[in-house]
Nanobody, 124 residues
């Protein structure tokens, strides 16, 4: 079992930066790739960014490329999402997820473990 706890979400203004963290505990060696998803009210959960175990391979949603950076520190069991140039359309509940697969997938059903989410609100 793997437990994931997100933190760092808050209310910010358009153009601001924010860093989210995801702390993993439990049988973390069973989780290989990790990812951030987000869900806005009335919308489906969408993939934002993913990272493989060693961090060498990453993947991003087109709308966040060049603005968001995903990283992980396996010695600390923590994954991060640095979000720059935030826009009102980035407003959502952001979830951390962990998967048994080596390559980060984009589909939510490929992830075995989920956190409770952290709210990011970007005002215009």
């Amino acid at each position: 079992q793997v437990e994931l706890v997100e933190s760092g979400g808050r209310l910010v203004q358009s153009g601001d930066s924010l860093r989210l963290s995801c702390a993993a505990s439990g049988r973390t060696t069973s989780s290989v790739s990790m990812a951030w998803f987000r869900q806005a009210p009335g919308k489906e959960r969408e993939f934002v960014a993913g990272i493989a175990w060693g961090g060498a391979r990453t993947d991003y949603l087109d709308s966040v490329k060049g603005r968001f950076v995903i990283s992980r520190d396996n010695t600390k069991g923590t994954m991060y999402l640095q979000m720059n140039s935030l826009k009102p359309e980035d407003t959502a509940l952001y979830y951390c997820a962990a998967s048994q697969y080596v390559v980060p997938a984009r589909a939510p059903y490929d992830y075995n473990y989920w956190g409770q989410g952290t709210q990011v609100t970007v005002s215009s």
